[in-house]
Antibody
Framework: QVALRESGPALVKSTETLTLTCTFSGFSLTTTGMCVTWIRQAPGKALEWLARIDWDDVKSYRTSLKTRLTISKDTSKNQVALTLANLGPADSATYYC?????????????WGQGILVTVSS | SDELTQPPSVSVSPGQTARISCSGDGLPKQYASWYQHNPGQAPILVIFKDTERPSGIPERFSGSTSGTTATLTISGVQAEDEADYYCLSTDSSATSFFGGGTKLTVL
């Protein structure tokens, strides 16, 4: 059974760096075509795609946040981490991780429940 | 282009058909997927690869595409379908982008 769960701090300060971890089960990031994606939703705003890491370690980032984002994986722990540097109040949001099998559905077929992160000034 | 445009809101009465559009220049070359999102919950995939429905999603949900527009159709809308709906597409550089979301109201 596929499951994903986000973890990390609920409250961080402006200018600091946020590190979130997605721990998953029921699939492997060593499987060809498997990817994990991070998405966020600020209060009252739309879903916003942030980054993706592929089975072969290829990484993709949202253009407007590329200089601040880093995505990485630890396949031995079934984890994907996302760091977002130089935080500001606009980064307060619920952050989700989701699985994206690009050789099958090519869609975000399983999601974590999300983690609410508040950036304080 | 990396923009997907959706109408902010759609309203229908129970039993009617709701159609939510998603427009983008890249859509003729890229798959669209659709997500149902209720506040405080994880989004749910309802359509992938433009027209495919995941197992467990009711048959009243369907997807179509024509040119630069993808459409999510919900036939025989039920009160439980009231939610925000988002389209998603991915370009050739593996960068994905969501539409702005559509709030479906069941009157």
């Amino acid at each position: 059974q596929v499951a994903l769960r986000e973890s990390g701090p609920a409250l961080v300060k402006s200018t600091e760096t946020l590190t979130l971890t997605c721990t998953f089960s029921g699939f492997s990031l060593t499987t060809t075509g498997m990817c994990v994606t991070w998405i966020r939703q600020a209060p009252g705003k739309a879903l916003e795609w942030l980054a993706r890491i592929d089975w072969d370690d290829v990484k993709s980032y949202r253009t407007s946040l590329k200089t601040r984002l880093t995505i990485s994986k630890d396949t031995s722990k079934n984890q994907v981490a996302l760091t977002l540097a130089n935080l500001g109040p606009a980064d307060s949001a619920t952050y989700y991780c989701a699985r994206m099998p690009v050789v099958d559905s090519y869609a975000l077929d399983y999601w974590g429940q999300g983690i609410l992160v508040t950036v304080s000034s | 282009s990396d923009e997907l445009t959706q109408p902010p809101s759609v309203s229908v009465s129970p039993g009617q058909t709701a159609r939510i559009s998603c427009s983008g220049d890249g859509l003729p070359k890229q798959y669209a997927s659709w997500y149902q999102h209720n506040p405080g919950q994880a989004p749910i995939l309802v359509i992938f690869k433009d027209t495919e429905r995941p197992s467990g999603i009711p048959e009243r949900f369907s997807g179509s595409t024509s040119g630069t527009t993808a459409t999510l159709t919900i036939s025989g809308v039920q009160a439980e379908d009231e939610a925000d709906y988002y389209c998603l597409s991915t370009d050739s550089s593996a960068t994905s982008f969501f539409g702005g979301g559509t709030k479906l109201t069941v009157l």
